[in-house]
């Protein structure tokens, strides 16, 4: 799976905890999860079992902390992936 | 003194919204059409025939997953179980129907109103479709952050207080079968004593077979109309040998009197009195009977708060499950009020049409009552031309067929595991 790939499914994970759908629309790997996407911090660990579920992958707590943009999420899914 | 308080300068309380997602119905013109009718909303469940119960059928709302999404966004519904769902739905109408602002996320809080919205069993779906399977496997990690807004007591009333962007006092309370009756007696009560200017209250319960599972093993569930759904819901006949589990939400707003006249906005009955309290399991009563000396004193208190005479009740919406405990309700209405044979009361039972809703059944049926009062009708109950013996007597109060009704109050009680009793006297409205 390369990097495009895994973004556009990162996206398709995190859509559906975004509150405010409109940010979807300019969405980037730019995107805040919590500020711009509106995501109630506490959905996170649900976008990370997603994650983990859907890629088959595991990722530690202290590395889930670190994701605050979409870029992070798809740059420690690419890591995990190798 | 305003016509706004009472004699005791206590505000007066009425109703101005309602909101019903019950297993017959949908929304107030489809639930007075329903019990008008005499539409059961008893059906068979596949899942209750393979986990071999001995009762398969049971209400549940029709089309909910269809119509949550005309109600709630995806974020919301990934952590909402079925009672949480079913609130949302009929407390979003009763917000409507009250005519209060629009409901949306960027809305201002509404610091003058609370909500008492509770459950009898709670989010047992969730506990058994998701908490208990992960934590025996040893996958208490991967449970998620939805888990406890979900099985939290408070679940149900947490999550409307969100989405409505309520400011008042908003909890759940709790007390079995009574829980719906006691929320709205508790925001009676609240109003009155003027901490708010409305409150929404009621019961939610949602319809999962861990929820009915445990009535079943107490052989408390009729387990003899699996092939006749719509017979098997038999308040006050002899042939009555166990209630039918039910679900849903029933939600009303309670608003002062005075609010409402400032607010132009419909009335549709008072409260003209009420009580709780518990019988103590003294007397006969026990966890899971009433003392009838409780029920009594729960009437007569319900009657002194409102000053209002025995001979003044117009009809009685019972609890009236269909089990046992049917004839000795009646008697100790017919005791508390000291009307006996043909001076009883009218009298009917909406758990005939759709089951006994738990905690959820207080709401529900305090909405059929409160419908029934300002439409001019009672609804007939159904399945019980077979009367109990011990019931004989008043058979001219029984209502088997829907009739027009000029009355001035409505007598809603509910009684509850736990010896607990609730009762609600409401007065048509009359400007």
Redesign the interface.
Known sequence: MNESEVYDKVVELIKPYAKNQDALASISTESNILEDLEVNSARLVDIVLAFEDDFDIEVEDDDADAIITIGDAVKLICKQLG | MTKEVNSSGKNRVVITGLGVLSPNAHGLTEYEQALRSGTSGIRFFETLAELKFGCQIGGAPQGVEELKHQYL???DL?AMNQAMTYAAIAGMDCWRDAGLREIS?ESDVDWDTGAIIGAGIGGLDTVGEKLIPKVDAKRVR?L???LVEQVMASAVSAKLGGILGLGGQVYSNSSACTTGTEAIINAYFHIKEGRAKRVMAGGAEGSSHYIWAGFDGMRVLNTKSNDAPELGSRPMSASANGFIPGSGAGLLMLESLESALERGVRIYAEIGGANVNCGGHRGGGSMTAPNPEGVIRCIHAALKEGNIQAQDIDAINGHLTATFADPKEIENWGNALGRKNDDFPLVNSTKSLIGHGLGAAGGLECTAAILQLYKGFIHGSLNCEDLHPEIESIKNSVVHKTQDFDGQYIAKSSFGFGDVNGCIIFRKWQN
């Open positions: 966004p995806e974020e990934l996320p991967r998620g952050s939805t």
